[in-house]
């Protein structure tokens, strides 16, 4: 799913710059819970910004699901993620004026995938994955922390993406929700999908499939764990 080749960001600055990577080289498989994780400064975002072409490489090559995403233009970066990315942020990032179903099947309309009658049945079998249906005609600002991460999630998986990348996704929730999000994103994987994680999370090995440790802008750890709780529960329940 991700192919990472000699992979360094030098972020411009006195003194030569700030390098955030450092000749990183990975691969990471499909359908699994990756999370990243390292000390603030260590270069976890700056790996998912990458990955996710929000930001260009100084040096390397970046692949993802056999695309080369380091050599495509900026028209052509918007495209291919409106169509293979789903991206989940830890303050959720939804349209205050529209409501939870308008903001899951925004990307819908953008891409194209999916129009009408077709768009609207598929955002409300999302929202329903996600457990939140009875939301769906309500403002963001009518919902608590965890529905609305619920409804960004729900919002990432509009387009079937190959891949969904979330950053810091329970940084802003307590932690009994922040829980079952982390439970949320790992069904995700155990129903296909590849989901990529930056976390501070301190523990989690009991949800995540593999656990990529970065410190200084370099990979230390990349540990192939089986979750300790091998029954997640359903989307609906998590």
Request: overall charge neutral; hydrophobic content about 40%.
């Amino acid at each position: 799913m991700i192919e990472l080749r000699s992979l360094s960001k030098v972020y411009p600055g006195p003194d030569g710059g700030t390098p955030a990577l450092d000749n990183v080289t990975l691969t990471l498989p499909a359908g699994e819970f990756i999370a990243i994780v390292g000390k603030s400064g260590s270069g976890k975002s700056t790996l998912i910004n990458l990955i996710a072409g929000i930001d260009r490489p100084t040096r390397g090559e970046v692949h993802v699901g056999g695309q080369a995403v380091h050599r495509l233009d900026e028209s052509q970066l918007a495209t291919w993620r409106g169509r293979h990315l789903g991206v989940v942020f830890q303050f959720f990032q939804l349209l205050p004026t529209l409501t939870v179903l308008e903001n899951v099947t925004l990307p819908m309309d953008f891409c194209g995938t999916f129009a009408g009658a077709e768009a609207r049945q598929r955002g409300l079998q999302l929202l329903e994955q996600v457990g939140i249906a009875e939301q769906a005609h309500k403002l963001p600002s009518a919902l608590s922390g965890g529905q609305q991460q619920r409804a960004a999630i729900a919002r990432a998986m509009a387009n079937d993406p190959l891949l969904i990348v979330a950053d810091e996704p329970t940084g802003n929730l307590d932690t009994h929700t922040a829980d079952a999000v982390l439970s949320l994103l790992a069904s995700l994987a155990r129903h296909g999908k590849s989901v990529l994680m930056v976390t501070h999370e301190r523990d989690i090995s009991a949800v995540a499939d593999r656990v990529v440790t970065l410190a200084d802008g370099r990979v230390v750890g990349n540990e192939a764990r089986r979750p300790a709780t091998p029954a997640v529960r359903e989307l609906r329940h998590a």
